[in-house]
């Protein structure tokens, strides 16, 4: 049976952990598996992630064949599960997988006989992000021996109901024992979520005192209008009525910032719309660890790469 990684939801803290001490020690991986190959199957623009499992690859001493979508044959119609195929029938070792559509990851995983890992699927999950976001937690608040989260509140704050970097966050952090508050806006953090075990709320302002962590997420504007109004029923939805109304509410500005209590990161997956859910004077500022979160994404792609391959 392939190790998958399609998702933390329903993964099990002891696995989570055994990625993450994996992660902490991935030195040890270095240059362990010569003549291995993965396939990064790109559907979706990235920049940290592809970059990021591509070098964590070639530290293990594995290759990878890249294929974007605009240059491979899905752009003439072929499914990505014929696609996944070809590449199985190449004899790669594994698929990294990112794609517009929720569960396209676990599609391909039923249809081919290699470890399969998600790199986000829609507004599904994107698993190896929520490892880092873990893993960064963690070394911020010293956390790095055992991974237990409890007594720490994490705040995710945005676009909450589109996006696969809060549900696979949440999924990971809940299980490590963290506080999770979800905050926006009604339709981007709709009380629903509170199933997933989270406090819901639309106050900004309350939270930023009391947390240990504030997730800022981004607009995902490509799945959205732009603002203007459209009588096609295709059309893409609108969003926000106006993002100087978001950044007053929503926005991480330096004032709030400057509320946050000591040794509380500032944190986002990337990329950022400055100035809108983030100021720039935050974004890098003293509490952020943006870049230490795209470090340490190399050391558990190191890891979950490690396990498809010992797998
Ligand atoms: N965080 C993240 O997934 O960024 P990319 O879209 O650049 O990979």
């Given at each position: 049976?392939?190790?998958?990684l399609?998702?933390?939801?329903?993964?099990?803290?002891?696995?989570?952990?055994?990625?993450?001490?994996?992660?902490?020690?991935?030195?040890?991986?270095?240059?362990?598996?010569?003549?291995?190959?993965?396939?990064?199957?790109?559907?979706?623009?990235?920049?940290?992630?592809?970059?990021s499992?591509?070098?964590?690859?070639r530290?293990?001493?594995a290759d990878?064949?890249?294929?974007v979508?605009s240059?491979?044959?899905?752009?003439?119609?072929?499914?990505?599960?014929?696609?996944?195929?070809?590449?199985?029938?190449?004899?790669?070792?594994?698929?990294?997988?990112?794609?517009?559509?929720?569960?396209?990851?676990?599609?391909v995983?039923?249809?081919?006989?290699?470890?399969?890992?998600?790199?986000?699927?829609?507004?599904?999950?994107?698993?190896?992000?929520?490892?880092?976001?873990?893993?960064?937690?963690?070394?911020?608040?010293?956390?790095l021996?055992?991974?237990?989260?409890?007594?720490?509140?994490?705040?995710?704050?945005?676009?909450?109901a589109?996006?696969?970097?809060?549900r696979?966050a949440?999924?990971?952090l809940?299980?490590?024992?963290?506080e999770?508050?979800?905050?926006?806006?009604?339709?981007?953090?709709?009380?629903?979520?509170?199933?997933?075990?989270?406090?819901?709320?639309?106050?900004?302002?309350?939270?930023?005192?009391?947390?240990?962590?504030?997730?800022?997420l981004?607009?995902?504007?490509e799945?959205?209008?732009?603002?203007?109004?459209?009588?096609?029923?295709?059309?893409?939805?609108?969003?926000?009525?106006?993002?100087?109304?978001?950044?007053?509410?929503y926005?991480?500005?330096?004032?709030?910032?400057?509320?946050?209590?000591?040794?509380?990161?500032?944190?986002?997956?990337?990329p950022?719309?400055?100035?809108?859910?983030?100021?720039?004077?935050?974004?890098?500022?003293?509490?952020?660890?943006?870049?230490?979160?795209?470090?340490?994404?190399?050391?558990?792609?190191?890891?979950?790469l490690?396990?498809?391959?010992?797998?």
């Amino acid at each position: 049976m392939p190790f998958h990684l399609l998702g933390l939801q329903g993964v099990a803290a002891a696995e989570l952990r055994r990625l993450l001490h994996s992660a902490r020690r991935s030195d040890d991986l270095t240059a362990r598996f010569p003549g291995r190959v993965f396939a990064n199957l790109f559907l979706e623009d990235s920049t940290r992630t592809r970059t990021s499992f591509a070098l964590a690859a070639r530290k293990l001493g594995a290759d990878t064949v890249d294929l974007v979508g605009s240059a491979s044959s899905v752009n003439k119609g072929e499914t990505i599960v014929d696609t996944a195929r070809v590449l199985e029938a190449n004899a790669v070792d594994g698929i990294i997988i990112r794609a517009r559509h929720a569960g396209a990851a676990a599609m391909v995983a039923g249809a081919v006989g290699c470890s399969v890992i998600n790199a986000g699927d829609g507004r599904h999950e994107h698993p190896t992000q929520g490892l880092l976001d873990l893993y960064t937690i963690a070394e911020s608040h010293g956390r790095l021996d055992t991974f237990d989260l409890s007594g720490l509140t994490v705040a995710i704050v945005g676009d909450i109901a589109a996006s696969r970097v809060a549900r696979s966050a949440i999924a990971g952090l809940t299980t490590l024992g963290a506080e999770v508050v979800c905050v926006g806006p009604p339709h981007m953090a709709p009380a629903s979520l509170g199933t997933l075990g989270v406090r819901v709320t639309d106050e900004l302002d309350d939270v930023i005192p009391a947390a240990d962590a504030i997730m800022m997420l981004r607009i995902q504007f490509e799945r959205y209008g732009d603002g203007t109004k459209s009588a096609d029923p295709a059309a893409k939805p609108n969003v926000i009525s106006s993002i100087r109304e978001y950044r007053t509410f929503y926005g991480l500005t330096s004032e709030r910032a400057d509320r946050m209590k000591p040794g509380a990161v500032v944190m986002h997956p990337g990329p950022i719309n400055r100035g809108i859910e983030l100021d720039a004077e935050v974004a890098d500022g003293p509490r952020s660890v943006i870049l230490k979160q795209v470090a340490n994404g190399q050391r558990v792609r190191m890891a979950a790469l490690a396990s498809a391959l010992a797998g």
